[in-house]
Every structure is written in C-alpha cells, then in structure tokens.
C-alpha cells in the first residue's frame, strides 16, 4: 500500500556521515550478516517450534517411535538392522547393572536419529513440491493433471493441518531472476509512458548497463540468494522503510476502516472493551501458532534512530496504552487468571472516559514527535528515555496502542460523502498527535462507537493486518457480542486497580521540538485530500460472470479514469504478495502496459466499435493477470532492480540505468485490500457487516494512492487520495472518473450481451455490428447503470 511512496524516497546513496559509512562495508561482508540474520531467525524458530510441539511433527510423535522400538526389542525384534547395537558399542561401559540403560539410550539415539531423517525428509520433500507454480499459470477454473497430481501430494506431505511456522523452512527460496529477462520487461513496462526518444536513451542506458556491470552485480546476488533466506526481503525492509527519515504519518503508515453502514453498539467504552479483547483472543491463537499470518504484529515498536530506525520486538505484553484528552494511560490486560473479559476491559476504559485530570503541560501534544522527521523524534527521545523512561516504555512496551477519540466518525445520512471523508482522513493522520505512530498498530475508538485501525507498514503488509482485522470485526460482533443495552456481555470487576495514569517529566528542550514536530503534522494533515466512495452498481459478481479477474477489471478503470483526469498515462504501481516463497514480501505489478493503453485509447476514440473496444479490454486484462502471475512467482522487476541498485550502491558502483530506474515517480499507486476469511461472515444474511477496506497516503506529491475492496459480492468500496497543494490532483474529482469508466466498462459487456441475443445481423438502422460506434465515452448510460 503505502509502500510505493517508501520505495520511491530511499537514496543510500545521499546520506552522509554513519549512513554512508555503513554502505562502505565490503559487499561479501554484508552478505554474511544477511546470511547470519536469516541463521539466528532460523535458530530462535526452531527452538520455539521444538518447544511449542509444531516442528513439524510434535515431541509426542518422537515418544511414539522411541516407544515402538521398544516394543519391537522387546518382542526381540531389530528394527535399525544392527545400528542400535553399534551405539551400544560406542556408549560408554558403566557395569553390568546398567547394561539395560545403554540399550535404552541406544534406542533414544536411534529414535531420535530416525525422527530427524524423516522430518529432514518432509522439509526436502515439501520445498520441492511448493517450488512448483504452475497452477499460477493455468487458467481460471481449469486444473491439469499435473496440478491435481501436486495437491494430492502436497496434503499428503503436510499430514495434519500445519501452523503457522510448522512448514516455514519447506517454503522454497525467492528465486533471482534472469537480469537480461528483467531489463527487457523493464523497458517494455516503460514503453507506453515514454516518448521515442526518451525511450531510446533509456534503452541504450539497458544496453550499456547489461554489457558492464550487469554480470558483476547479478552474481552477488546469486550469492546472497544461495546464503541467506531471501535474497532481498531484507535490505527492503532496511533500505525503503527504516532508513527512511520521512515522517511515518501519511507517508508510510495506512489505515483499516469499520464497518461501513452499520456500528454494532454506540458505546464507546464497550466497543473498545469487545475490539481489544478480540484482539487479544487473535494474539493468544498466534502465539499458539493456530493462524497463518505474521509474528510482528503485537508487542511491536519501530524506534526512531539517527540515520536508521530499529524494529523492537517483545516476546509479550500484559498491557495496552491507552490516550484520551491528551492523556495516557497504561491499562493491564491479563490478571493471573487470563485475560480479562470485554466487560472488565469495558469498565477499564469508561474509568478513562470519566477521569476528570487534565493533561500536563506539552502531554497533550507529545505523539506528533512520532509523527516527526525521523532523525529529529531519534534525537529528542534520547533525552525522554533518561526524563521518563517509564512512560516510555509503557507505551512503546505495550501490546498496541489505544485512542479514545472524543469526537465521532463514520458515515451519516446527513452528508454521507463528507463523512466518509473525513474518516478517511481521522484514521491516516488524526489530529497529528493523538496517534503513536511508532507502534506496529493503533486501535482508534471513535465517541460512537466506530472504530478503525491505524497500522506502520515496516513489520509487514497489508494482508497481514488485514487478516487480523477481518477476524477481531468478526468475533467482536458474532462470538461476543453485547447486551440489550449497548455495553459489554457479563459482569463488570469491581476489584481492577484503576488504569495506570502515565507521568511524563518533560524537560524544557522538548518542548520547543514538541511545538515544532506538531507544527509539522498539523501541516501535512491539512495537505491530504482523502476521498472514500462505495460502488454499488455492481460488484465482484458481475464481473466473474463475464470470467474476467476482477482485480484486473478494476486495473483497466483505473487506467480509463486516470487518463481521463490527467490526458496521459502514467507509471502505475499495484502491490502483490511474494507470500509463496521464504520471507517473501511483496513485488509491484506495471498494470500501465501498452496493451491497457491500446484500450483506453480505442475508449476515447469515437471510431472504435464496442466490439473492438471488448476486445482490446481483454487482451489488456490477459496482459495484467500474465504480470500479476509473473510477480507472484517470483518474476517481477522492481524487487530485482532495487537489490541489484543496493548492490552497486554497496560496490560504490555508479549505474546511470539504475540511476534512471530509481528516480521514476509512481503517479499511480494502487492495492486491492483481499477479502481472506469470508467464512467469518454472513455476506448474505448480514451483507452490511462487510470491512470497508483501507487506504494510504499518495505516493507522489502530484499523484494518487488508491486502494479499493470488493464488499459481497455486489459493492466495490474506494478509497482515494492526493495532496491539496497539487494543482494537478484532485480526490474527488478522480472518483467521478473511477465511477464513469467502470460504468463505460461494464456498458461494453452489456452491449456485447444484448447483441449476441439479437444475433449476428444487422441492426436496426441497416448498419452492421461491427460498425456500430460506442456508446458517449466517459458519460453513464441510465438505462444499463441500474440493471447490474
């Protein structure tokens, strides 16, 4: 999501002073310390797979081999064809008496050799068969013989149902793919928003980077692929989110919404009771790895550094930070019996509500310094860490992070789409200092009741934090629920010590750096222009019927409408998951090919027939799904592109094709937010208790960020956003066009339906088919709009 606004803004190769210094280490060096990374990562997995019983098969799967071979001895039978005897040789000699201790131990050792060939076995055996994509690549709803024959093998291999690391080290390495493959690509993805002779120039940077340096850079990357666990999630996490000294409001954190037309109780204390409990049930399934998704997501700092910001993982947390009217708040979580119910946590958080202190002096403002250039928030927590240090670490300690906001949010009959908006913009940015931008999320509970979810991207992606929030909107609302009169099922208890009230002892040189940093905020706040939209015309539905990816669908809108908001096309940046390999991130689909193009020019051109519009629109949407299924299976561009510009930033290499690939500007960023646990909800008895989806920051100061979800099967929510000091850009203004082209679109099909049923003849007026002129572009057509 926000990641293509993080992916444009790192430069290695500009810092100074400890930056550049720590670039200058030898290449190989920095190899081995990604290799050992991924080492110790492997190691501390292990150990706790071992110890929680998921690796992958559990310490009582060793009890029972070791307890087989005992009987099969017992019934004088041999098993290890001798080898338990050659141990019992090699064991030391301590007397008669413990002759029968040395055959035990001999037939521990052999169990638990045997056990760990047969794990061994499994892991060879699994990455072998999840190295396999084909089915990737096979069409929608079609499956091969060979695909059949692979997913019979990969359940029989897999055994029980696996956890959430059970099969991590089965999972294939992120290939590195071909440099000539990734330069052709590059320049084919280029080729539309090119002039001849820029292209030209940038094809000969390609040749003269693929005659000299291309090799030498390629071959360390092979050597670090074959080293370390993935041979660039790393340095993407380190060089485009951390390394980064821009402000983490707008810029690189993204926000979840409520649901959109309904908000299951007006109590606000009781929706935070219901949402941090339901949090807290999906941390408790993670930490017992019984979910898929990430291990970062609670106990999760990112601490501001000079030069370079730092991720801070705890093993667990018994509290969450709370803030309300410029307060903070530690309230505990767990009592030595368990986690405390919604109701207890419910009261916990109405003492909050109805604590009547004021905030200290400059308490009231101190998160914008987390809303604050990097380096600057680095250098003034140095001197809060020695003046407070146990507020501190109160809140960067803490689970997550709570906000009680005093105002409320959500849609409202009165002015739907200003309502909207302006939620939109309270979960981005807030106010500038009600938010603790550091931590890996923050649960925002709005004064009725509506809640929304504020996330930092560094630790992981969208789908991620997208997963657990399906599940906490589910279980808040289905499995807990609340009583008749609003609040929290069950009994408050009376005997909780009240929440901690946080002290901030704050010496006079932050205040200024306070004053500042919400300066800061308040300014870029005020410059986004977010805009959400529910379609409703039609949905996921509609398009399956006309067996098109609906991801792709909405790809190709996007190009009609930014064309016609701009008169060009630009670089687009959409967001796919790399989930199928070891440690894999994310990888960017080029969705603006010269095929979408050719689309939205026959769109605009009046002489083109829908036929011929219907055409060009699916050979634009095979292009996408092909791009799509390329970047999935490891066979994007972007990713190789920046580790091999990392790599000549490390070799203090200049590249001036690498130079030109990272100085583009992603006008265009766009993500579908996946809809991953639909079994959670009830679309057809409920179908207004959906997520509405989430969205991010523009990924250019003249550009757009626009994420976009499909609700059921019948509404696609967007979520749009620019920079109101672009006289270019305009959030509204974008989702009329959005609107108008998926309208065009799906008028072709409908015209396309009407004459196959009227036949192949002529038309009314005596003119073939095939001559008929589209319908008015960019204008809706009434009597189809309805009718989705």
């Not at 809108?557 to 060009?568: E, K, P, T, V």
């Not at 592109?641 to 094709?657: D, E, K, T, W």
Request: with cysteine; glycine share 6%.
């Amino acid at each position: 999501m926000a990641e293509a606004h993080q992916a444009v803004g790192f430069r290695p190769s500009l810092t100074s002073d400890a930056g550049e210094v720590e670039l200058s280490a030898p290449m190989l060096q920095e190899i081995y310390l990604s290799g050992l990374r991924s080492w110790k990562r492997h190691l501390s997995r292990f150990w706790n797979d071992f110890l929680t019983g998921v690796f992958p098969a559990s310490p009582l799967s060793w009890l029972f081999l070791f307890s087989a071979i005992q009987l099969a001895w017992f019934l004088q039978l041999d098993p290890s064809l001798g080898l338990m005897e050659k141990i019992k040789e090699l064991l030391p000699d301590w007397g008669g008496q413990h002759h029968r201790l040395r055959g035990v131990l001999a037939a521990a050792l052999f169990a638990s050799c045997l056990w760990g060939a047969l794990i061994f076995t499994l892991h060879v055996a699994l990455r072998l068969l999840l190295s396999y994509h084909g089915w990737l690549l096979q069409p929608h709803g079609a499956t091969s013989s060979r695909t059949k024959t692979w997913l019979a093998l990969v359940r029989i291999f897999s055994g029980r149902h696996p956890m959430l690391f059970s099969y991590q080290r089965s999972l294939p390495r992120q290939p590195v793919p071909s440099v000539q493959d990734t330069v052709r690509k590059y320049l084919e993805s280029v080729r539309p928003v090119l002039s001849d002779e820029d292209f030209d120039w940038t094809a000969a940077l390609a040749r003269e980077f693929l005659r000299l340096q291309a090799s030498l850079l390629q071959w360390y990357l092979q050597l670090k692929s074959w080293w370390a666990s993935n041979y660039v999630s790393d340095w993407w996490e380190e060089f485009v989110y951390l390394r980064s000294r821009n402000s983490l409001m707008v810029n690189s954190n993204y926000y979840m919404m409520d649901f959109l037309y309904v908000t299951p109780t007006p109590v606000q204390a009781a929706r935070a009771g219901n949402a941090v409990h339901a949090l807290l049930l999906y941390r408790h399934r993670l930490n017992r790895q019984e979910i898929l998704p990430y291990e970062k997501i609670f106990n999760t700092t990112r601490i501001p550094g000079v030069h370079k910001d730092h991720i801070r993982h705890l093993r667990d947390s018994r509290h969450v930070a709370v803030f309300h009217r410029g307060r903070f708040f530690r309230v505990g979580t767990h009592t030595q019996s368990g986690l405390l119910s919604p109701r207890a946590l419910e009261q916990q958080f109405q003492r909050i509500l109805d604590d009547p202190s004021p905030a200290c002096p400059h308490e009231e403002h101190l998160a914008a310094l987390t809303a604050a250039p990097r380096d600057m928030w680095a250098q003034v927590r140095r001197s809060l860490k020695t003046q407070a240090q146990e507020a501190l670490e109160a809140v960067e300690g803490a689970a997550f992070f709570v906000s009680l906001d005093s105002e409320p949010a959500g849609l409202t009959r009165e002015d739907p789409a200003a309502s909207l908006d302006a939620y939109a913009h309270a979960l981005l940015a807030g106010r500038g200092h009600d938010r603790w931008f550091d931590k890996s999320f923050s649960l925002i509970v709005f004064s009725n009741g509506k809640l929304g979810l504020s996330v930092e991207h560094s630790w992981a992606d969208c789908p991620i934090s997208g997963h657990m929030w399906e599940f906490t909107l589910a279980t808040e609302c289905f499995q807990l629920g609340y009583a008749a009169d609003g609040h929290c099922k069950g009994h408050p208890d009376l005997s909780l010590p009240q929440p901690q009230r946080l002290h901030w002892d704050l010496p006079d040189k932050i205040h200024l750096s306070i004053s500042l940093a919400l300066r800061g905020a308040k300014t870029l706040s005020g410059n986004i222009d977010c805009h959400v939209f529910p379609f409703s015309h039609f949905g996921k539905s509609f398009i399956k019927r006309w067996h098109l990816s609906s991801d792709s669908f909405i790809q190709m809108a996007l190009q009609l409408a930014y064309f016609r908001d701009r008169g060009q096309f630009c670089l687009t940046y959409e967001s796919t998951m790399t989930r199928l390999f070891l440690e894999g991130r994310t990888e960017t689909v080029r969705s603006c090919t010269r095929e979408a193009c050719n689309f939205v020019r026959a769109m605009e051109d009046k002489e083109k027939t829908d036929p011929q519009c219907l055409a060009l629109f699916r050979l634009a949407v095979d292009k996408h799904q092909a791009l799509l299924k390329a970047a999935m299976s490891g066979q994007g561009v972007d990713r190789h592109l920046f580790a091999l510009y990392i790599v000549s930033q490390f070799l203090h290499l200049q590249s001036p094709f690498l130079d030109q690939v990272h100085s583009e500007q992603w006008q265009l960023a766009t993500s579908q937010i996946p809809v991953q646990q639909i079994h959670l909800f009830d679309v057809h008895s409920y179908p207004d208790y959906v997520s509405s989806g989430g969205g991010f920051g523009p990924a250019d100061d003249h550009g757009y960020g626009v994420s976009y979800i499909f609700m059921g099967d019948d509404v696609i929510t967007f979520h749009i956003s620019s920079k109101k000091s672009s006289t270019r850009t305009d959030s509204h203004r974008l989702g009329q066009h959005i609107e108008d082209a998926l309208l065009d679109v799906a008028a072709l099909f409908q015209e396309g339906q009407r004459l196959k049923r009227r036949g192949l003849g002529e038309d009314d007026s005596g003119h073939s088919r095939d001559s008929l002129p589209c319908h008015t572009r960019g204008s809706r057509a009434p009597t189809t709009a309805t009718n989705f």
